[in-house]
């Protein structure tokens, strides 16, 4: 038996990159996905490719910035299903580099990647209840959640504390039988990770790419296929008694 197998899960940010990954690995185990990204033809596409793999899925279009149309989506949810067993928080932008940032850039950093898990969480609370206790929320936290990033300290600000709100989650739903973890990846090969090198103004990215992986004990960037599998892993009952926990997915880097 495939290890998500009639399961429900709701992957924010599925249209690309890790996103994208998780939803067809979480397809491929057997799950119900519920693809949502700010970009609707993206998670139309990444539906296809599921449906024409012999998988279930559904496209959403989310804005998670707009918490009207993010509690929505798990309205939607409830209508249809009737409970969710994985909530998989992946929605996330780069911070601007350095210090001298707007409050524009704030606000947008913030939104996107601490306040929409928070409500998200919220949100999804009912649902996962009702599935418990195979109820698991994943968070895409960051290496630069666990230790501070000399580009972009507001990243940071924000990566810490999806991590730290990840625990407190663990805490206060373990008893409902509801499991939290996070993710934290380092620097992984997705259509996003240019932008991550390219903050600072005039970078060269190949050449801070190269850089940052003399850094890495295994000497090269990962794959989101490689933090697919761990997301996978938590979901499932495989992990039943891990929570609290925050996996580092950086080939060494925090070792």
Partial sequence: MKRLEGRIALITAAGSGMGRAGALRFAQEGAHVIVSDLDGAAAEKVVAEISASGGSATARQLDVSDLNALKDVFDQ??????????????AGVPGAAGLEV???QYAKTMDINLRSA?????YAVPLLRKAAPHASIIFTSST???VG????????LAKGGITIFMKAVAKRLGPDGIRSNALLPAMIETPMLSQFFGREPGADIEEAKSAFAQNVPLGRAGSPDEVAAAAAFLASDDA?????TALPLD?????
């Fill in 240 to 244: 039943s008694w891990i929570t609290g």
């Fill in 118 to 122: 928070f409500f998200a969480t919220q």
């Fill in 144 to 146: 630069s959640g666990m």
């Fill in 77 to 90: 949810i409830e209508q249809d299903h009737g409970l969710l067993h994985v909530l998989y928080n992946h």
């Fill in 149 to 156: 990033s000399p580009f972009s300290p507001l990243y940071s």
């Fill in 102 to 104: 707007s409050p524009e």
């Fill in 251 to 255: 080939g060494g880097l925090l070792a």
